[in-house]
């Protein structure tokens, strides 16, 4: 007979005593549990006493948590959360140096715990520590130079705590001092510091950044792009990882009008050209962190276009108009005609044939074909510099059009415009970065006006494919269509520099778009004749199944997800997973991303499938309700799924992926009976059923298929028939 479900047998550690083996009642009180555990081995005061858990992360067993016990679950008798919080309250301010560094490395890994932490932050453990900070340190600043690795840990451990208990997020953190921010901005700013310093110094800065406006203005001032170049200029990849961290922070959060002078500093310090050459050039592999932050900063850069892209051109404004002259200058090598060099009207008429020639859909004023936004004025400045930069291809593509019939000829000044628009849609210009994103192009940060150089490498390939396609102004959007594709196909290989961009795009023609796209055609052949369909239709529910089945299945091996907050560094993972009847969600914290599946045993949380009352996504999910530093864009909303229970009980998710997205809320409405809508669902529907029709459909009827291969035949009586090459 099994054991009633509420009794789990365990094991309970004491130091210097033998563990107990002994059944907990989880109806008991866990008080109650305590005292019989301290009874055991004759300890006084069993409220001074908890439970722990005898793992690496020793976090305390409370009311809240242990239903997360499992049989042979190993448990350690413990001082309670309260006592302990006192102790390590009273041992960090001992005269003891070494009573000191012990008692600060205790704090530093107990912080961890939100149970301790919680009853540390309530003896005001917080401002005890910036205390300790803005002024504790000069205590010891003249044994600094004889105890330096002591120093060092020292500081290390108070900063690790602190980063760990502001991570539960239970005090503000607008509630800092000056002080406390100078002293923290001093690490940086050192020439020699220690790099586990350096790490918690620079990751505070960028919590205080991102979490607070006030403390962003009181960092800005305290620290400068200048001051932090020199950690990227090492070889430790988590310091360059957190540098350019701040780095994005800071130009996230200044206001827009201060985004533009922010970038002219980083282009004086040469960022750019430091990043390529000590971090996308160097022998070390870049992991995901540093991506996603490389990834944040392209968008930043990029979205520094935004305001030119939704500038509109005035058609009055003279300073602008003398942009079109210049075009037409460079063109066709004229200089601006004096007033007296022919009547208004000879003027008109040759200016308005240029300005035809220049490809303008307004002949006689180009300048109303920038009032669009997007691309507005972004698109005359491209224009411009390719113009400049590139003059010679520029000439050649203006006279190479203006001497082909009307009907053939390319249009520069319409094509511009609308290949700044599509360039702007394929980088997501003044977009917000996505949390989850490390889509970084290593090319965008070998030039440093990185996106007028890509649209002059992608105008010549619009006029090039315009040519292969033998195009007329009816095919324009076709031509766009194209070259959209040729463009999305280049940047997926992710080239290394725009001359490799420029090689992968001479090898994508429009003859080569054409195979591709007949290839991918025959892969998703469909057949629409009426018997072909009434056999789809009869297929169709046995596919549903099957996608259902692996859908669940899917769920039943689980799925890393990782926890979403103000500080990526230090990443939290969870794990959630079906049982295999189908019953039951298992889920739990994970200290790091596992190698393959977790055991349902070791995930401490389960929530029953007959609980759940609906999965929600996207913005009606309640964690993209909150405010956040990142959290309200797009991607993040796309891939943000919940799972309501009870009255008002929520279990949170952000999917790794789009396509974990759609496993997962897929397999969740299965399990609700509901209907199974993601795209993915589609995508795998056309592909099985077009896969079981071909096969339905193979014509075998009076075919006998052989059991054994057809023999060899014999080799031939002579090779006559050979042709010698030589």
Same mark, same amino acid.
């Given at each position: ?258 985004? #533009?002078?922010? @970038? ?6 040469? $960022? %750019?050209? *430091? ?6 050039? +160097? !022998? ?31 058609? #009055?404004?003279? @300073? ?6 210049? $075009? %037409?200058? *460079? ?6 005609? +004096? !007033? ?31 009032? #669009? ?225 977790v055991p349902h045993d070791s995930l401490q949380e389960k929530l029953p499938v007959a609980d759940i009352k609906a999965v929600v996504t996207g913005k009606d999910c309640p964690h993209m309700k909150e405010k956040g530093a990142l959290k309200q864009n797009k991607e993040v909303l796309e891939l943000a799924f919940s799972v309501l229970y009870e009255s008002d009980e929520y279990l949170n998710f952000i999917a790794p992926d789009k396509h974990e997205y759609c496993v997962w809320t897929d397999g969740l409405n299965a399990l609700l009976g509901k209907e199974m809508t993601s795209e993915f669902t589609r995508s795998d529907m056309d592909t099985l059923l077009n896969m079981e029709m071909k096969l339905r459909l193979l014509d075998l009827e009076n075919i006998q298929i052989p059991e054994v291969p057809p023999p060899i035949p014999k080799e031939p009586s002579n090779y006559d028939f050979v042709y010698d090459c030589n």
């Open positions: 007979m099994p054991p009633p479900a509420d009794i789990v047998k365990v094991a309970i550690e004491w130091p210097g005593a033998f563990p107990k083996l002994m059944e907990i009642d989880q109806k008991k009180p866990l008080s109650a549990i305590i005292k019989e555990v301290s009874d055991g081995w004759n300890l006084p005061n069993p409220e001074t006493f908890a439970l722990q858990n005898a793992d690496s992360t020793n976090f305390y067993i409370t009311e809240k948590n242990r239903n997360n016990i499992k049989n042979g679950s190993i448990l350690r008798l413990t001082t309670s959360a309260a006592q302990m919080a006192q102790q390590l309250h009273e041992r960090i301010q001992s005269s003891s140096m070494d009573m000191k560094l012990d008692a600060l490395k205790d704090l530093a890994n107990s912080s961890r715990d939100i149970t301790f932490a919680q009853e540390f932050i309530n003896l005001d453990g917080i401002s005890l520590l910036t205390q300790m900070v803005e002024s504790g340190t000069e205590r010891y600043q003249k044994l600094q130079k004889i105890m330096k690795p002591c120093f060092g840990d020292l500081l290390s451990f108070t900063l690790t705590a602190f980063v760990e208990l502001m991570d539960h997020g239970i005090v503000s953190w607008d509630t800092f001092s000056v002080a406390f921010i100078k002293k923290i901005a001093s690490y940086v700013c050192k020439s020699a510091m220690d790099v586990a310093v350096l790490q918690r110094s620079l990751a505070i800065l960028e919590s205080m950044v991102l979490n607070s406006q006030d403390l962003y203005q009181k960092v800005a001032q305290e620290i400068t792009i200048g001051q932090l170049i020199p950690h990227l200029q090492g070889t430790d990849q988590d310091i360059q990882t957190y540098t350019i961290a701040v780095i994005n922070a800071l130009f996230l959060k200044a206001p827009e009008e201060k985004r #533009q002078e922010m @970038a002219h500093i980083l282009a004086q310090k040469q $960022l %750019r050209s *430091i990043i390529l050459s000590n971090v996308i050039r +160097s !022998n070390k592999p870049i992991n995901d962190e540093m991506a996603h932050q490389l990834y944040v900063l392209q968008v930043l850069t990029f979205n520094l276009l935004e305001d030119r892209m939704m500038t509109k051109m005035d058609p #009055q404004d003279q @300073a602008q108009r003398d942009i079109i002259f210049e $075009l %037409r200058r *460079i063109a066709f090598d004229v200089e601006c005609e +004096s !007033n007296n060099s022919g009547s208004i009207e000879k003027r008109k008429s040759m200016y308005t044939r240029d300005y035809k020639k220049l490809g303008f859909i307004n002949h006689v004023n180009p300048a109303v074909d920038f009032t #669009q936004i997007p691309p507005g004025m972004l698109a005359l400045d491209n224009m411009l510099y390719f113009a400049r930069h590139h003059q010679d291809a520029y000439i050649r593509i203006v006279l190479e059009n203006s001497s082909r019939e009307d009907k053939h000829e390319c249009p520069f000044g319409r094509s511009s415009i609308e290949l700044t628009k599509m360039l702007c849609e394929i980088l997501k210009v003044g977009e917000l970065p996505s949390e989850n994103c490390h889509d970084f192009h290593p090319m965008f940060f070998t030039h440093d006006r990185s996106f007028e150089e890509f649209f002059c490498i992608c105008i010549q390939l619009l006029n090039k494919t315009w040519k292969e396609m033998r195009a007329t102004s009816e095919d324009f959007n076709k031509v766009m269509q194209v070259v959209k594709e040729q463009i999305t196909r280049a940047l997926t290989i992710k080239p290394n520099s725009l001359d490799q961009f420029k090689s992968r795009l001479q090898n994508l023609s429009y003859t080569e778009i054409l195979k591709l796209r007949q290839s991918e055609r025959m892969n998703q052949e469909d057949f629409q004749s009426r018997p072909i369909l009434e056999l789809r239709e009869k297929i169709q529910p046995e596919i549903m199944e099957l996608i259902k089945q692996q859908r669940l299945n899917r769920l039943c091996e689980g799925t890393c997800f990782r926890k979403i907050s103000s500080r990526r560094r230090q990443d939290k993972f969870w794990y959630c997973r079906l049982s295999p009847n189908h019953k039951v969600l298992h889920y739990g914290d994970l200290e790091e991303s596992p190698q393959g599946e």
